[in-house]
Every structure is written in structure tokens, then in C-alpha cells.
């Protein structure tokens, strides 16, 4: 079993929908939680970072943290075809530098 | 352009061949990764950088691989010996000094083709 498990979809939705993205992990030491955003033949790119538990919200994106069970979420909000892209959760541990990531889910935003 | 920068964008070898790929981190990052991205998959850890000090190795990087980082600043990843299992996008990170914060920024990767 990997340490990171991502649907890879891929998730088809109208323009305007809320996405709902999810990862679920086995390692409880994971404190460091992040989703990146990657465009086909592009490096990932950041959207959100936070530590430990709880929700964070930018702009149309909202992450949360649900470490009790293992379980990440990233929201969008009002969806656009712009972010038809491939979505990767990340994660870490306390002193451990190396990112662990899950397959990632492929979004695709119809106009 | 302040990002993460990768040399070069593309790179076609022949099996047996060697390659290098040349990662220049975010100015004042002390704190640089490479990873590799094959289709499908999500990028899976190769190795870490703290200034000069190659601190974590995977064990996905094989004798065939080597890292440096001589001066703290850019790092270069050389495959010897190429073989079409190394096929796959090499992605470069950095981070700031942990003060700053944990957060890895990519580069835009290099994407190796082994014939």
C-alpha cells in the first residue's frame, strides 16, 4: 500500500462547479500538507501549504486537514476551464525534508 | 524570472550515453530537492541539498546517479550510462532557510528521453 493514496480521475465538471479533491495517507508522522497544481509538461506548481490540522482558504481554494483521519481535502470554488490541470497532495514529516506524493487527480473544467 | 530554473528543457540521449541537468534554485533558497516524475505518477524524492551538503539520498538513486551542489547554489544531477528505465521529467525544488517556512517551489523540469 502506498503512504499516499490519490484518485487519479479523471474528474469531469461543468464550469462553475465546486471541485472537491481528496487524499488519504497512512503515516501519522505527516504534519506538512500541500497541493500542487500541474499543467501537462509543467512543473508542479504551489497552491496550498498548511500545517497540521485545520482549514486554510486562498482566494477559490480552501484546504483542509483532517489528520485524526488521515484525510486531505482541497476545494474549488466557482471552477473555471483554466483549471483543467493535474492536482498533486504532497506531504512530510517533522524533520524529514522529503516530499511524499500521491498520483494526483486529473481535472478537467468544461466551458 | 525569480523561480526555479532547469537546463535543459528537453534532453534525447541513447541508451549508454551520459547526461547532466543543471537546476538554479530561488535566490537566498539554502535548501534544494530533485525529484523524478514518471507519466501517471507523482514526483517521487531522489535526493536533498542544505548549502553544499548532500544530507538525503533515495534509494532510487542508483550508482548511476550522482548530485552536486559545489558552491551552495546551482545543482547539477548526472545520469551515467543511461538506460530507458531512467526515461521520465527530473524535477528541481527549493526551499528558504526553515525560518522562512517549509514550502518547495519546482522548477520546470527536464524531460529526459532514453532511445
Known amino acids: 500500500q502506498k503512504e499516499v493514496e490519490q484518485d487519479p480521475g479523471p474528474l469531469s465538471v461543468p464550469e462553475g462547479a465546486i471541485v472537491s479533491l481528496n487524499c488519504t495517507y497512512s503515516n501519522s508522522a505527516f504534519q506538512y500538507f500541500m497541493w500542487y497544481r500541474q499543467y501537462s509538461r509543467k512543473g508542479p506548481e504551489l497552491l496550498m501549504y498548511?500545517?497540521?490540522?485545520g482549514n486554510k482558504e486562498d482566494g477559490r481554494f480552501t484546504a483542509q486537514v483532517d489528520k485524526s483521519s488521515k484525510y486531505i481535502s482541497l476545494f474549488i470554488r466557482d471552477s473555471q476551464p483554466s483549471d483543467s490541470a493535474t492536482y498533486l497532495c504532497a506531504m512530510s514529516a517533522t524533520g524529514f525534508q522529503k516530499l511524499v506524493f500521491g498520483t494526483g487527480t486529473r481535472l478537467l473544467v468544461s466551458p | 524570472d525569480t523561480g526555479v530554473s532547469q537546463d535543459p528543457r528537453h534532453k534525447i540521449t541513447k541508451r549508454g550515453q551520459n547526461v547532466t541537468f543543471r537546476c538554479d534554485p530561488i535566490s537566498e533558497h539554502n535548501r534544494l530537492y530533485w525529484y523524478r516524475q514518471t507519466l501517471g505518477q507523482g514526483p517521487e524524492f531522489l535526493t536533498y541539498?542544505?548549502?553544499?551538503?548532500?544530507?538525503?539520498k533515495s534509494r532510487l538513486l542508483s550508482d548511476r546517479f550522482s548530485a552536486e551542489r559545489p558552491k551552495g547554489s546551482f545543482s547539477t544531477l548526472e545520469i551515467q550510462r543511461t538506460e530507458q528505465g531512467d526515461s521520465a521529467m527530473y524535477l528541481c525544488a527549493s526551499s528558504p532557510p526553515p525560518r522562512f517556512g517549509n514550502e518547495q517551489f519546482f522548477g520546470p523540469g527536464t524531460r529526459l528521453t532514453v532511445l
Open positions: 541539498f542544505q548549502n553544499e551538503a548532500q544530507l538525503e
Open positions: 498548511t500545517y497540521s490540522s
